[in-house]
Nanobody, 127 residues
């Protein structure tokens, strides 16, 4: 079965950058959209970014807009999250997710829009 595996997390100083990767493995993978979510201790899971698989159209949460960039490599079935100007507020477990069900609205901002999730990777930003 298809699995999503995140990598690239770690410890980074404030103002630094990290690139997260989410690779799909297993049988042939197909998704309408891919997304990144994060959850900090004691907080609700938060939408970060999403990308339409076929078109590459992206959407970002206001909190990360201008700092994070989501992209995808169709041939590699891999989604990336380039994070820059990181601050302590970005510390969280980051999970990638795949939307295998079409949303007629074209919006994939809610966790309920996604059916397949990775295990998560920890990002810790220190001063």
């Amino acid at each position: 079965q298809v699995q999503l595996v995140e990598s690239g997390g770690g410890l980074v100083q404030a103002g630094g950058s990290l690139r997260l990767s989410c690779a799909a493995s297993g049988r042939t993978f197909c998704s309408y959209a891919m997304g990144w979510f994060r959850q900090a201790p004691g907080k609700e899971r938060e939408f970060v970014a999403t990308i339409k698989w076929s078109t590459g159209i992206t959407y970002y949460a206001d909190s990360v807009k201008g700092r994070f960039t989501i992209s995808r490599d169709n041939a590699k079935n891999t989604v990336y999250l380039q994070m820059s100007s990181l601050g302590s507020e970005d510390t969280a477990v980051y999970c990638c997710a795949a939307a295998s069900r079409l949303r007629l609205s074209g919006r994939y901002y809610s966790p309920d829009d996604y059916t397949l999730w990775g295990q998560g990777t920890q990002v810790t930003v220190s001063s």
